[in-house]
């Protein structure tokens, strides 16, 4: 439905590759949760910020 109306697709709560997979497969468009990251403290997050992955994995870690 959010498709034909054109609308963007946030999942919340993703945990697992598979999860991952069948989201992206079924046209989500926006992920999160704790397959991507563990919540993060702001200063932690305002150093990421503008990073690639790699430059931000020891910022991830420390949470």
Known sequence: MAKDLHLSIIAEGVETENQVT???EA???YQQ???Y???LKQENLLRILGKNR???A???SED
Do not use: A, R
């Open 22 to 24: 069948v989201l992206t």
């Open 27 to 29: 046209g989500c468009s």
């Open 33 to 35: 949760g704790f397959y």
């Open 37 to 39: 990251s563990t919540p």
């Open 54 to 56: 790699d430059e931000s």
């Open 58 to 60: 020891p910022y991830l």
